[in-house]
């Protein structure tokens, strides 16, 4: 019996600063209730989906910062986005900035998490990779403050039994680190999730404008072949507060190939039927880590070509 799990990927067009989260949410519903409609048992919202990505400009006030931010999650204004995966049935990832108070201390966190088909969090992910800066960058048409927002995420990579296979999540920037990829392969996670906000315009690399696209499919192919997964990219697209992200969500199978993709910048849903049993021949010949991956023996061959300043790195 194949395990076929049908995913939605639900790629958000702009969220202005001005729309409310009430108005977000009804956005999310839609698109939800279109999944169900096509018979997908899970949809994939991208990274903040509550909210502009604010990382994108400069906030110094505390509670303005703060207003960005879920200090609990369901909250009033995401319940009835859990109400309606009850009600049809349909599990959901969600990015969002998350407020926690831990080791009694208020935290912030670029998180997700995985909901399933009841209505329950199954798990949850808080960002490691933070691109960006930690302190405004004067001249630069606008910001990349994640750095500054955001704690690196401290749970790790995990992979959880849901949906009939084995998930994992991941966040925006993480998706360009291999070790993101590799650390649920090694986990034997058949479907890893994410979402992302990506500028056209890398203040910092400008040279790579024109590759923003190319590079956004480029890491999430190779980690899905590389590991025998599927992988699932779901943009906030278009122009969002004068920044003009890449969009091109995607559902990508673990051979890499793209199965289907986004071809607006605004709110528009995609689904696959994803065979998970797709992932088992990967994963038990060409990407066997058992039988032929060996981290044993490469500082070794670091060592030979004399790159021992890559050892200390
Ligand atoms: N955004 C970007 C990303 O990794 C970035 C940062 C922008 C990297 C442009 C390279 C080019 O897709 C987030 N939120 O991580």
């Not at 049993?277 to 066997?288: G, M």
Request: glycine residues 10%; hydrophobic residues 40%; proline residues 6%.
């Amino acid at each position: 019996m194949p395990r076929i799990l049908t995913v939605g990927v639900a790629q958000l067009g702009p969220i202005p600063r001005s729309q409310s989260r009430p108005e977000v949410v009804a956005r999310l519903i839609a698109m939800m209730e279109d999944a169900a409609r096509m018979g997908c048992d899970l949809i994939v919202y991208p990274e903040a989906a509550l909210t502009a990505f604010f990382p994108h400009w400069t906030i110094t006030d505390p509670e303005e910062l703060d207003s960005f931010f879920e200090a609990a999650m369901p909250n009033n204004t995401a319940q009835p986005l859990f109400n309606a995966a009850r009600r049809l049935k349909i599990g959901f990832h969600l990015g969002y900035a998350e407020l926690a108070v831990e080791d009694g201390r208020k935290r912030r966190f670029n998180t997700a998490i995985l909901v399933g088909k009841d209505g329950e969090i199954i798990g949850k992910y808080r960002k490691i990779h933070l691109p960006g800066y930690d302190a405004p960058r004067p001249g630069e048409p606008f910001q990349n403050l994640e750095k500054m927002y955001f704690e690196v995420g401290n749970l790790g990579f995990r992979v959880w039994e849901a949906f009939g296979g084995r998930i994992g999540m991941m966040i925006c920037n993480d998706r360009r680190w291999p070790e993101a990829y590799r650390v649920m392969g090694l986990q034997g996670a058949e479907m890893m999730l994410l979402g992302y906000n990506t500028p056209v315009h890398n203040p910092a690399m400008p040279e790579t404008d024109d590759l923003g696209n190319f590079h956004n499919h480029l890491v999430m192919q190779a980690g899905a072949y590389q590991n025998g997964s599927f992988v699932v990219g779901a943009a906030k697209a278009g122009v969002e507060e004068g920044v003009d992200q890449i969009g091109q969500s995607c559902i990508i199978a673990p051979s890499g190939e793209i199965i289907t993709q986004c071809t607006t910048l605004g709110d528009e849903l995609q689904v696959a039927r994803c065979d998970l049993d797709l992932c088992n021949s990967y994963k038990a010949s060409i990407f066997n880590f058992a039988r032929h991956r060996r981290p044993e023996h490469y500082g070794l061959i670091i060592e030979r070509t004399g790159s021992g300043s890559v050892l200390g790195r």
